[in-house]
């Protein structure tokens, strides 16, 4: 029977900047892309394309329509301009471990923010915070789950390095709608 040694390196478990930038800004990104669509569905409100359930007047919806696209392309413009890192490292397991406990730690203290610091006064806000609440249960269930998935076939599927970034991102924001 063989023993492995371990390396003291491969114990060493330090910040890893790489990996935090990567899921904090698959976050910002699912973040954003929903409170657009939101912002996009109170535009339809304001105009009478669809029913009104949300706004009581053109005003209220255009108003509100308006400030969560700004605060969306806010937010979506983060990542981009400095975080600038659009691959997900997950090809040791120590990434996955990473990726997983960044996710799931960015989602907690993003949920606490949207349960405590949100007002549900008006139904709109009530909304944002449901909003802030599914993204964060999304990284909470499914992003852990598909690091997993991707680190396991990993080996198996050569082109999952390429579209890790991308697929992740798709999942957050389908599982999030989901959590909706």
Sequence with gaps: MQYETIINSELNFTFE????????????????????????????????NIERTIITWSGQGLFWSLLLFFVALFILFIPIEFLNVFKIYN??????????????????????????FISTDTIIMSDISAIGKSVSFAGFI?????????????AS??????????????????SSQIFL
């Design 91 to 116: 090809s040791s397991f120590k990434d996955l471990i990473f990726n997983i406990i960044y996710s799931i730690g960015i989602s907690l203290v993003s949920l606490m923010l949207f349960q405590f």
């Design 142 to 154: 499914a992003v852990p789950l598909i690091l997993f998935l991707q680190h396991t076939f990993r």
């Design 17 to 48: 900047s790489k990996n935090f930038l990567s899921i904090f800004g698959l976050y910002l990104f699912s973040l954003g892309t929903i409170f657009s669509g939101y912002s996009l569905y109170l535009l339809l409100e304001a105009t009478e």
């Design 157 to 174: 599927l050569n082109f999952i390095d390429r579209i890790s970034y991308s697929f992740t991102l798709f999942v957050w924001i389908i």
